[in-house]
């Protein structure tokens, strides 16, 4: 029971980019089309499984002075791996990703459930717990995408779905068609939550406390 | 002649067009969380283009001076980000020791580089691109006064925000990402700027 918890708090009720504001980078990056935002979730399920399970395995034996430089090593070998598969298996999405792909080593999520879960946790839930935060990821970067793109080029996962009188507004596959297809997901995830909105910031990064107390927004007393 | 024009497209391309943060989304969570008060965006600016300048400075000779003579290119993002946070550790200890005034004034952003993927992008972008040493530092410079500026402008915006009366459910992050962009949408009225007056 307390294992489905694990697994289904991710999905929604602590969903890493929409509720907790984490790891906008690739969310906004690959989100022109559906398809690379579901590669680009799907890959970063797996680094945040497979790191969970190693770092919690490793736990007793890291010491905790170099956790941090421990834990990025970890995964940067783990998305070095994915991304020599996908070199191989998926070609095409391999370049639509391009750096990103990189870029998943520096995902605060990945490191943040490294830090607050994998290394407190066993093994089981440690998996359970990136995986469920993996695909309530992953759901984002879809539906961001599928908003993008069928707004953006008139098409979903590259068939044309828009009828042809209706022009494709190039706008939201453009930089500033992220941020506002973003801005509008949140903004509605908060009002069907009814939650209090969350600024973004460093009170709900998960590294906060690796800062050693110097966030800026910590210093500066707000709040 | 043709040295310095080809540097200063890459630098305003950096600056302007291919601005780090508003058309390639990276450093998006510093450029989101420290951008409230103009002095932090000032400060997190300057030791993002520091870190970054120097990360490849450190990261060129690495990849073309260990890596390719041993054929493990594909070892980069590893190497790199260990080099980024032991770099980033050592400048904080340096700085610590020797100009506590810089430190004090830099310091408290020096942590928050490790992770900001803007760092590592800039040092896997000067390898895709094909820079060499002198055109990398260009590059790594340009895309840290990018960001520097974004912030500086969006601190800005971001204090008109305050003080507007906001429907409830766009509190919070949802404004913070829609007024990014709409100063987004301006950075692209950039395209082309630099075409135009180098005619390239």
Known sequence: ?223 | MELARNLMIILLTGILTENFVLSKFLGICPFLGVSKKLDSSIGMGAAVTFVMVCASLVTYPIYYGILVPLGIEYMNTIAFILVIAVFVQLVEMVLKKYMPPLYKSLGVYLPLITTNCAVLGVTLLNLTEEYDLLESVVNSFGAGLGFMIAMIIFAGVRSRLEQCDIPKALRGAPITLMAASVVSLAFIGFGGVVDGIFGA
């Open chain 1, 1 to 223: 029971m307390s294992y489905m918890k694990e697994f289904t708090k991710g999905l929604i009720k602590e969903n890493p980019n929409m509720v907790m504001l984490l790891g906008m980078c690739p969310t906004l990056a690959v989100t022109t089309m559906a398809a690379n935002g579901l590669g680009m979730g799907l890959s970063t399920t797996f680094v945040l499984v497979c790191s969970n399970i190693v770092i919690s395995l490793l736990k007793k034996v890291i010491p905790d002075t170099v956790r941090l430089p421990a834990y990025i090593v970890i995964i940067a070998g783990f998305v070095t791996f994915v991304s020599l598969m996908l070199q191989s298996l998926a070609p095409d999405l391999y370049s639509a990703l391009g750096m990103f792909l990189s870029l998943i080593t520096v995902n605060c999520i990945i490191l943040g459930r490294a830090e607050m879960f994998a290394s407190k946790n066993k093994v089981l839930p440690s998996a359970l717990d990136g995986l469920g935060m993996g695909l309530g990821f992953t759901i984002t970067l879809l539906l961001v995408g599928s908003i993008r793109e069928i707004l953006g080029s008139g098409q979903w996962f590259g068939i044309t779905i828009m009828p042809e009188f209706l022009e494709p507004m190039t706008l939201f596959i453009l930089p500033a068609g992220g941020f506002f297809v973003l801005g509008c997901v949140i903004a509605i995830v908060n009002r069907l939550m009814k939650k209090k909105p969350r600024e973004i910031g460093c009170h709900n990064c998960p590294n906060a406390a690796n800062c050693a107390g110097n966030c800026s927004e910590k210093k500066e007393g707000n709040e």
